[in-house]
């Protein structure tokens, strides 16, 4: 693999985006997109498309809730916040990435062939 930005995988922007509203409470795409991008070391970039894909997807499942507000700079913006069920589904979410995680870390830190 190359030394460029991070492919996600399907599912794992969903869970980043319920994740960073638990942790900072309700925020516009913008303000979601560029924690993300921070949090990540600048590893995973998200364009527009991407983050408010997400956001619909996750709107129309219940996980999040939508309402209008004002930004830092005076515009009108959409304010996301995650509901209950989105608490729940992020639960679940993360105890399967939790898990996947260390039964990668486990076949990766196999010992190679010739090693043995």
Same mark, same amino acid.
């Given at each position: 693999?190359?030394?460029? %930005?991070?492919?996600?995988? #399907?599912?794992?922007?969903?869970?980043?985006?319920? #994740?960073?509203?638990?942790?900072?409470?309700?925020? @516009?795409?913008?303000?979601?997109?560029?924690?993300?991008?921070?949090?990540?070391?600048?590893?995973?970039?998200?364009? #527009?498309?991407?983050?408010?894909? *997400?956001?619909?997807?996750?709107?129309?499942?219940?996980?999040?809730?939508?309402?209008?507000?004002?930004?830092?700079?005076?515009? %009108?913006?959409?304010?996301? *916040?995650?509901?209950?069920?989105?608490?729940? #589904?992020?639960?679940?979410?993360?105890?399967?990435? @939790?898990?996947?995680?260390?039964?990668?870390?486990?076949?990766?830190?196999?010992?190679?062939?010739?090693?043995?």
């Amino acid at each position: 693999m190359s030394e460029s %930005k991070l492919d996600l995988l #399907q599912g794992t922007l969903d869970l980043m985006v319920l #994740q960073t509203l638990a942790t900072l409470g309700s925020q @516009h795409g913008y303000g979601i997109a560029r924690r993300i991008e921070q949090v990540s070391g600048d590893e995973v970039l998200l364009n #527009q498309g991407t983050i408010y894909a *997400s956001l619909v997807r996750l709107q129309q499942r219940g996980w999040i809730s939508a309402a209008w507000g004002t930004s830092d700079n005076n515009r %009108k913006a959409k304010y996301y *916040s995650i509901t209950k069920g989105g608490r729940k #589904q992020l639960a679940k979410d993360a105890a399967y990435w @939790h898990r996947l995680a260390s039964v990668m870390g486990r076949v990766l830190a196999m010992p190679m062939e010739e090693e043995l």
